[in-house]
C-alpha cells in the first residue's frame, strides 16, 4: 500500500518502470507457486529470482520489432536469466500479466486517492464547525430565497465527500482481481493454485471467471467512481466560482502575495483555481464514458479495450490526484466574508420572510390560497419599489393587520430563529461520528 500521496507518487505508478516491475513480480511469484506445487526445481527459481532484471531501453528497442511489449519484456529478462528463463511465463498469456498488473495499479492509485478523499472530509468538517452559525442566504434557481448558514454549505459538501469515499472503496473492492489462467481462462497448462499464489501476494483476489482478460465492468465502476468524484469537487467549485462574483463576494480563493490575477488589469483576483478544478472534471467525465465503450468485448476478450485504457486510466488518475491536492487546499484556505454574508441576506428588504408570514397567516386561520395572495401582493410591491421593505408594507396593509399584530410581525423577521434546527443537522452529520 503506498503510504504518500505527493503527485509525484501517482505519477509513478504509471510510469514504464514501476509496470514492468509489476510484470516481473508475477512473474517470479508463479515461477514459486509452481516449484511449491513441485513442478519446477527451486534452485531454478532461485536463479531466476537472483539474476531477472530488465531494461526500459532495451524493452523498447526490442519492441520495435516485436511489435508487441510483453513478449519485448520477456525476451529482455531471458537475455539476464539464461536458461532457466524458460519457466517464466510459462502456461499463462499476455493478459495475466497485463490485466494482474493493471488491477495493482488501480488499487495503488485508488489508495492514495482514497487518502486525499478522507483529508478533504476533514478539512470540510473543520471549515463546517468554524461557520455553523456563520448566517447567509439560501438561493434557489440563483434567487434569494430562505436564511442557512455557511456550516451547513459545508456540511452538504462534508455528506458528498463521505458518500465518494464509500465508493471508491467499494471500486477499489471491485477492481482488486488477479488472474493467472492461462488463453481463454480454463487454466489448460496452470494450476488454479498458481493464481492464488500471485493474487494472494499480490494483495488482491482471483477472479472467479476470465475469458483472457478480467471483465471490464469493474474497470468502468472504477473509472465512474473517479468521474463522480469529480463531479463533487466541481460542484464545490462552481458554488465557491459564484459566491466569489464582484456582486456576491461572499467567500474567495486565498489569494497569495505576488500572485496576479490578469495580465491586462492589475485589480483582478480570479476565481482561478475553480476553474481549473470546473475544468478538468470534464476529462474525467469523458474518460468514464470510454470506459463503459470497454465494457463489450468480442466474445468478451480482444484487446480494443488496451489501447483506451493505457490513457483514460492513468489520466484520470492523476488528473483527481492533483484537483483534490487542489480543492483540500482550496477549503482550507477560503476566505470567508460573514459581513457581506449578512448585507446580501438584507438585499431583498425583508421578502426572504415571505413564507414564514404565509404560514403565520395560515394558523391564523386563512386558507393557503388567500394568505399566499395576501402575501405576494405586499412582495411584488417590494420586487417593484426598492425603497420599500416587506415588513413596512405589511404593517400598512389593514388586511394583513386583521390577523397579525406589529410584535408577532417583529418577531417574524428574525432571521436568527429560522435557524433553530441547525445543530439538529449538525448532530446527525458532522458530529455523528464523534458520538
Not at 503506498?2 to 514501476?18: A, H, N, S, V
Not at 527459481?45 to 526500459?56: A, H, M, N, Q, T
Not at 395572495?373 to 394583513?400: F, G
Request: one cysteine or more; glycine letters at 4%.
Amino acid at each position: 500500500m503506498i503510504e504518500r500521496y505527493t503527485l509525484p507518487e501517482m505519477g509513478k505508478i504509471w510510469q514504464d518502470e514501476f509496470k514492468f516491475s509489476t510484470w516481473l513480480k508475477i512473474e517470479i511469484l508463479a515461477c514459486e507457486a509452481r516449484a511449491e506445487l513441485g513442478e519446477i526445481p527451486k534452485e531454478d527459481v532461485e536463479v531466476i529470482k537472483k539474476k531477472s532484471k530488465f531494461e526500459v531501453k532495451r524493452i523498447l528497442e526490442i519492441e520495435e520489432t516485436t511489435k508487441h511489449d510483453v513478449i519485448a519484456f520477456l525476451t529482455n529478462v531471458a537475455e539476464h536469466v539464461g536458461k532457466e528463463s524458460r519457466h517464466i511465463h510459462y502456461g499463462m498469456t499476455s493478459s495475466d500479466i497485463l490485466d494482474t498488473t493493471l488491477s495493482y495499479q488501480m488499487k495503488a492509485a485508488g489508495e492514495i486517492l482514497l487518502k486525499q478523499l478522507l483529508e478533504l472530509k476533514d478539512a470540510l468538517k473543520k471549515r463546517a464547525i468554524e461557520h455553523k452559525d456563520t448566517i447567509c442566504i439560501g438561493r434557489s434557481h440563483g434567487i434569494h430565497a430562505e436564511p442557512t448558514t455557511m456550516g451547513l454549505k459545508f456540511t452538504l459538501w462534508f455528506e458528498e465527500v463521505n458518500r465518494n469515499i464509500k465508493r471508491l472503496k467499494n471500486a477499489i473492492e471491485s477492481i482488486s482481481l488477479g488472474q493467472i489462467s492461462g488463453a481463454v481462462g480454463t487454466f489448460e497448462h496452470l494450476s488454479p493454485k498458481v493464481e492464488e499464489y500471485v493474487s494472494s501476494n499480490m494483495g488482491l483476489k482471483p477472479a472467479k471467471v476470465s475469458t483472457q482478460v478480467i471483465q471490464r465492468d469493474g474497470h468502468s465502476e472504477f473509472m465512474n467512481t473517479i468521474a463522480i468524484v469529480g463531479a463533487t469537487l466541481e460542484k464545490i467549485s462552481v458554488e465557491i466560482r459564484h459566491l466569489q462574483r464582484t456582486e456576491v463576494l461572499e467567500a474567495e480563493e486565498y489569494f497569495s502575495k505576488g500572485q496576479k490575477g490578469s495580465s491586462a488589469m492589475p485589480h483582478k483576483r480570479n476565481p482561478i483555481v475553480s476553474e481549473r478544478i470546473t475544468g478538468l472534471a470534464r476529462i474525467l467525465r469523458t474518460n468514464a464514458l470510454a470506459a463503459l465503450e470497454n465494457v463489450a468485448l468480442w466474445h468478451e476478450r480482444d484487446i480494443s479495450h488496451s489501447s483506451v485504457e493505457r490513457i483514460i486510466i492513468p489520466d484520470s488518475c492523476i488528473a483527481l490526484n492533483y484537483m483534490l491536492d487542489l480543492t483540500i487546499k482550496l477549503i482550507s484556505n477560503l476566505i470567508v466574508y460573514p459581513e457581506n454574508m449578512l448585507s446580501n441576506l438584507n438585499l431583498t428588504r425583508g421578502l426572504i420572510f415571505s413564507q414564514t408570514i404565509l404560514l403565520k397567516l395560515v394558523d391564523k386561520g386563512l386558507s393557503r390560497e388567500d394568505a399566499y395572495k395576501l402575501v405576494q401582493s405586499s412582495a411584488m410591491e417590494v420586487w417593484n419599489d426598492k425603497s420599500k421593505n416587506l415588513k413596512d408594507e405589511l404593517l400598512n396593509s389593514n388586511e394583513v393587520k386583521k390577523y397579525l399584530t406589529s410584535s408577532e410581525l417583529d418577531e417574524i423577521f428574525n432571521s436568527k430563529k429560522m435557524l433553530n434546527n441547525i445543530d439538529y443537522i449538525f448532530n446527525r452529520s458532522i458530529f455523528v461520528e464523534q458520538q
